[in-house]
């Protein structure tokens, strides 16, 4: 593990052995059971999380049931990172969809570290450029697309979502009733075959 | 080089957020270009390859797009706000969007050089960039989970609550767009709200 992210964030910026150090010294373990929850409703996130083993579900609650708003497996970070960087209650909730181990990284040393240098402000600046990018194309995704193109997106970008998750969680992702789901994979599969 | 008065709007917002020292204030007022847009004049247009940010001293502009062949409303941005597309900016891919005028604008413009450059030589503009581009970051996923969690109701509700001086100022159509709703169905939630 300590390779994985330590290659991971050579790769965003050109680290010292001894910041490398430093940056895995703050990462924290963690185990959750499956359906234990890591964030509540109206907590202040204050510690991302990268997953090591197991997955993770990010939603909120509505009138109308639970809206996914995303999800993470091994080597992916999550967290409300809204709520991490405003030190701010979060409206949403982050779920445990198996057990895990992950690792956490802390609010405050997430600060001591951009005071330690400037490479690690870089490397603040370019996660953040890079859930801004992710982000904003999800947005316009989700106002632009129909659920079959979303659905179908889904099933090129992250294929294996489809063998970790039921159907009622995809489809909540989707933004769409689980009936909805079924009736645009039969048109897929249809297309697919044809 | 620069009247020092285009500066003093961006100096007491830059300084909400971090405290340069003088030769640092001096690297940055040293990238720094006044412009001026005509109502209705474009800063950027599709397929531009956006290498700025924008800080607006006075006026409106707004952002929009083609999508599906219609022209829709992205966004409003005023007075003391940076703008630019930042998807754009960050890739140096070309630009879906559009920015235009909605009246007279008075404008400073940072080049992506110019801010590079100083990201690499100073902590503190490094510092800075980091905070600017959180707060957008924060920006983009608050209308996000907006979408995917509430009615256009309640999104023209916030959106009215937030922005009080736009909704007087900038056409109903445009507003309708900026929702992803038809102008009839904004006037018909205008009227509930």
């Known amino acids: 593990m300590y390779e994985v992210i330590t290659r991971s964030l050579r790769q965003l910026v050109d680290f010292t ?17 499956k359906h234990e929850l890591y964030l509540k409703e109206g907590q202040v996130c204050k510690k991302m999380v990268l997953v090591h083993k197991g997955g993770l579900r990010y939603f909120s609650r509505g009138a109308k049931g639970d809206h996914t708003i995303g999800f993470a497996f091994e080597g992916e970070w999550l967290g409300d990172y809204e709520s991490f960087l405003l030190q701010t209650p979060s409206g949403c909730i982050i779920e445990a969809l198996e057990d895990c181990e992950l690792y956490t990284l802390s609010y405050l040393d997430m600060q001591a570290l951009y005071q330690h240098s ?22 316009s995704n989700l106002m632009l697309q129909t659920a079959k ?10 294929p294996q979502i489809f063998e970790r998750l039921p159907q009622h969680l995809i489809a909540s992702y989707l933004g769409i009733q689980p009936q ?12 697919r075959l044809t | 080089m620069n009247d020092p008065q285009h500066l003093e709007n961006i100096e007491g917002f830059i300084k909400q957020i971090v405290q340069p020292n003088a030769e640092e204030w001096a690297a940055f007022a040293d990238i720094v270009k006044a412009k001026r847009l005509k109502k209705k ?33 992205v966004d409003f941005v005023s007075e003391n706000q940076f703008i630019t597309d930042y998807q754009s900016f960050i890739m ?71 922005y009080p001086q736009i909704v007087q100022q900038v056409p109903q159509y445009y507003i309708a767009s900026y929702l992803g709703v038809t102008p009839e169905h904004l006037s018909r939630i205008r009227k509930k709200t």
């Open chain 1, 17 to 33: 052995d001894e910041e490398l150090f430093l940056f895995m010294q703050k990462l924290k373990p963690l185990k959750l059971k």
């Open chain 1, 118 to 139: 400037q490479r690690f402000e870089r490397f603040g600046r370019i996660m953040a450029e890079q859930l801004f990018l992710a982000t904003a194309k999800s947005k």
């Open chain 1, 149 to 158: 193109e979303r659905y179908i997106a889904l099933l090129t970008s992250q």
């Open chain 1, 180 to 191: 909805s789901l079924s009736r645009i994979r039969a048109d897929v599969a249809k297309i």
């Open chain 2, 41 to 73: 004049e474009l800063l950027l247009e599709e397929g531009q390859t956006c290498n700025f940010i924008a800080f607006i001293n006075s006026g409106v502009i707004r952002e929009y797009s083609f999508q599906n062949g219609k022209e829709t409303t």
């Open chain 2, 92 to 162: 140096q891919t070309p630009t879906m969007q559009y920015l235009e005028a909605l009246t007279d604008v008075d404008l400073l413009i940072l080049k992506k050089d110019g801010i590079n450059s100083l990201f690499d030589r100073y902590k503190v503009w490094e510092r800075f960039g980091r905070l600017i581009i959180e707060r957008v970051f924060c920006g983009v996923e608050a209308k996000r989970k907006k979408i995917i969690a509430t009615t256009h109701e309640e999104q023209y509700r916030d959106f009215a609550a937030a």
